[in-house]
């Protein structure tokens, strides 16, 4: 079956160390995403990759990294520099926007800072 | 950048009652996609129905219909019947047609009352 996987579904990280976040796709989907989800403020965007070896910020890009070397896979890396780390971190894939096609979701990872 | 508005934290319904989730947004762009997304219990994102602006015609999706309102900017979401099963978040989100970027409202809490 085709979709997005996310790893760990839990992930727990002590303050001042780097966290990776993986998310992989066999939809062969060209745009790739990262959101952040708080209680009450909805999905806010990270970063986006609409191809391979390019990625542009969101609107709250800070305090986070991510590669897209591959097509399928685009992880995210929070850094100690993200002040409030804690949050559901929602992976999603779509079409090129021609045809203004839906996003499909992963499962999230849920990661707390200890 | 475009915004979207769910204005509606939380409502509730009836068992088999009929509910409307508002959502209104703002754009420059006369082509564009909007879709409503649910998000039950279990965190996982799925699509409930799209539309595209250039059609004039409500998108519908079995007990799912769609007012938009394009002059107005409004695009709220019905629910017929309404079953436990229905009992989520809801977003609405907006797609650019030029652009990969979506927008997401801050969300609707739907409860269902038996």
């Known amino acids: 079956d085709g979709g997005i996987t996310q790893s760990p579904k839990y992930l727990f990280r002590k303050e001042g160390q780097n966290v990776t976040l993986s998310c992989e796709q066999n939809?062969?989907?060209?745009?790739m995403y990262w959101y952040r989800q708080d209680p009450g403020q909805g999905l806010r965007l990270i970063y986006y990759s609409q191809i391979v070896n390019d990625f542009q910020k969101g609107d709250i890009a800070e305090g986070y990294s991510v590669s897209r070397e591959k097509k399928e896979s685009f992880p995210l890396t929070v850094t100690s520099a993200q002040k409030n780390p804690t949050a559901f971190y929602l992976c999603?894939?779509?079409?090129?926007?021609?045809?203004?096609?839906?996003?499909?979701f992963g499962p999230g990872t849920r990661l707390t800072v200890l | 950048a475009q915004t979207v508005t769910q204005s509606q934290p939380e409502m509730s319904v009836q068992e088999a009652e009929t509910v409307t989730l508002s959502c209104t947004y703002d754009t420059s762009e006369s082509d564009y996609y909007l879709f409503w997304y649910k998000q039950p219990p279990s965190r996982q994102m799925i699509l409930v129905i799209r539309q595209e602006a250039y059609k004039q015609q409500n998108a519908t999706e079995n007990r799912f219909s769609v007012n938009f309102q394009k002059a107005a900017k409004s695009f709220s979401l019905k629910i017929s019947d309404s079953q436990l099963g229905d009992a989520a978040m809801y977003f609405c989100a907006y797609r650019s047609g030029t652009g990969n970027q979506f927008y997401f409202g801050t969300g609707t809490s739907l409860t269902v009352i038996p």
């Open positions: 999603a894939s779509s079409i090129g926007s021609r045809f203004g096609y839906e996003q499909f």
């Open positions: 939809l062969n989907h060209d745009a």
